[in-house]
């Protein structure tokens, strides 16, 4: 059962690792963490298991006595909305997010703030394990309703956003849960072309994942045939987005966080930027350059979250698409408002989104690598790796996992809190010192994993 419960979610295969009697368990020990009476909104994303995973966490929450606002088939940012629009209330989205169909999940709020494993999963697991559950009589147990908030949520969404001018744009959903966006950006202005709009727990088309390459390509395609002057990408859930330019370009996530921070300096200048040690040094570079003050977290969509309402930030961001804006929004992860975010400034902008996109600094840089490594040695893998490093008198950072720095560029090591893997990143000032950062890093790495039985290729 550990496996499941994560450092900001629970997530696990339907019918090994997630069955309807633990979510039935969950249910009765979020409640038990809430004040009695308190009502928690729960939605549900497209997976086919999500109906019946959904119905037996709504018992468990009534059985200790949390009447249920059901909100249906949704979007995790709207769980959030719900959570804190209407009042403080606890929220749960049913959704393992990007990951395969055969997976399922809960992420656990209240008041808009998602539970890391420190404030409340960990409590969570516990409770579980043991048993320990706020007990009511039958006659006790509360209700639950069917609510419907997307539309005080497209409002809020909206107030305030504005375009210059007005735009075409491609929107993926990857048969997910956000289809309503095609709406709220024609409301806003925009002539809206949809790809795989229809919900489908099955995911026929691609995983709705706009982090992997290989998912973008049907929108890259589109958006040249259509001449559109940006395609945007959500993930299954809706909390994740990615960029497309109007040349059909992938726009690398930081570089889409750099005009989010351009924009949001311009208005809140001096202001604390929030972003995770993926990110690239281009970030510090410009936060820097716009006055801002950079500052660098772990990785981790609560823990992100976190840090922005504690350093009253206006904006946090992460290189997997996670975009937080802390003014004139309530600062969760919303793909959606950040879509709209986005579309603003390139409606505002004299140059084409491209432009805007090639002017902006860059580093060579992978993508996130990947390396499987069971989650009973991940951690200690990691630990290893540090103390080498460190024997070697290397500048570390180690919020999160190890992160060398050198003059030229740095790598990043850390474990996956997702799945049974390592995570890797490389950033240089060219190609050359890139491939060389990486390959003693691997090397390093490689003689590491030996010592756990467990290979780079595996």
């Keep these: 059962m550990k496996k499941i419960f994560r450092a900001y979610d629970i997530r696990g295969v339907y019918g090994e690792d997630l069955t309807p009697e633990l979510a039935l368990k969950i249910g009765m020990a979020f409640g038990s963490l809430l004040e009695p009476g308190l009502e928690v909104a729960v939605g549900r994303d497209v997976r086919l298991t999500g109906p019946v995973l959904q119905a037996a966490l709504t018992a468990g929450l009534t059985a200790v006595g949390c009447p249920v606002a059901d909100l249906g088939l949704t979007a995790t940012p709207i769980v959030y909305f719900a959570s804190i629009h209407y009042g403080a209330r606890g929220g749960v989205m049913v959704t393992a997010s990007h990951n395969p169909p055969q997976y399922n999940g809960f992420k656990l709020c209240r008041k808009g703030v998602s539970y890391s494993y420190e404030t409340g999963v960990g409590e969570v697991e516990r409770r579980v394990a043991e048993g320990r559950f706020r007990l009511q009589g039958w006659e006790q147990t509360a209700s639950a309703r069917k609510f419907n908030a997307l539309?005080?949520?497209?409002?809020?969404?909206?107030?305030?956003?504005?375009?210059?001018?007005?735009?075409?744009?491609?929107?993926?959903?990857?048969?997910?849960?956000?289809?309503?966006?095609?709406?709220?950006?024609?409301?806003?202005?925009?002539?809206?072309?949809?790809?795989?709009?229809?919900?489908?727990?099955?995911?026929?088309?691609?995983?709705?994942?706009?982090?992997?390459?290989?998912?973008?390509?049907?929108?890259?395609?589109?958006?040249?045939?259509?001449?559109?002057?940006?395609?945007?990408?959500?993930?299954?859930?809706?909390?994740?987005?990615?960029?497309?330019?109007?040349?059909?370009?992938?726009?690398?996530?930081?570089?889409?966080?750099?005009?989010?921070?351009?924009?949001?300096?311009?208005?809140?200048?001096?202001?604390?930027?929030?972003?995770?040690?993926?990110?690239?040094?281009?970030?510090?570079?410009?936060?820097?350059?716009?006055?801002?003050?950079?500052?660098?977290?772990?990785?981790?969509?609560?823990?992100?979250?976190?840090?922005?309402?504690?350093?009253?930030?206006?904006?946090?961001?992460?290189?997997?698409g996670h975009f937080y804006f802390g003014r004139e929004y309530?600062?969760?992860?919303?793909?959606?408002?950040?879509?709209?975010?986005?579309?603003?400034?390139?409606?505002?902008?004299?140059?084409?989104?491209?432009?805007?996109?090639?002017?902006?600094?860059?580093?060579?840089?992978?993508?996130?690598?990947?390396?499987?490594?069971?989650?009973?040695?991940k951690f200690k893998v990691v630990e290893a790796l540090k103390g080498k490093l460190a024997a070697q008198g290397l500048k570390l950072v180690t919020i999160d996992g190890v992160r060398v720095e050198t003059e030229g560029g740095w790598g990043l090591v850390r474990a996956s809190n997702t799945e049974p893997a390592l995570v890797l990143r490389f950033e240089a000032s060219t190609r050359e010192k890139l491939e060389e950062i990486k390959g003693w890093l691997l090397a390093e790495l490689k003689r590491t994993l030996k010592e756990f039985d467990v290979s780079l290729d595996s």
Aim: with cysteine; glycine share 10%.
């Design 330 to 377: 309530y600062g969760y992860d919303d793909a959606v408002y950040a879509a709209v975010r986005m579309v603003e400034i390139v409606s505002k902008a004299e140059e084409k989104f491209s432009e805007l996109v090639d002017r902006l600094p860059k580093h060579a840089s992978s993508p996130e690598i990947r390396v499987k490594c069971p989650d009973e040695v």
């Design 151 to 320: 539309p005080d949520y497209k409002e809020t969404v909206l107030k305030g956003r504005k375009l210059e001018k007005p735009l075409k744009v491609v929107l993926d959903v990857g048969n997910g849960s956000c289809g309503f966006a095609g709406e709220i950006l024609e409301k806003l202005g925009c002539q809206v072309k949809m790809l795989y709009d229809k919900p489908d727990g099955r995911f026929p088309n691609h995983i709705p994942n706009p982090l992997l390459e290989e998912t973008l390509e049907d929108l890259k395609r589109a958006v040249v045939e259509w001449k559109a002057d940006l395609g945007i990408a959500f993930d299954g859930d809706g909390d994740r987005v990615g960029f497309v330019d109007d040349r059909g370009r992938t726009v690398q996530n930081d570089q889409a966080f750099i005009l989010y921070a351009r924009e949001v300096l311009g208005r809140y200048p001096g202001s604390k930027i929030i972003f995770n040690v993926l990110s690239s040094r281009t970030v510090v570079g410009e936060v820097e350059a716009l006055g801002g003050k950079p500052l660098m977290v772990r990785v981790g969509h609560s823990y992100v979250h976190e840090a922005l309402l504690e350093e009253n930030a206006p904006l946090a961001g992460e290189l997997s």
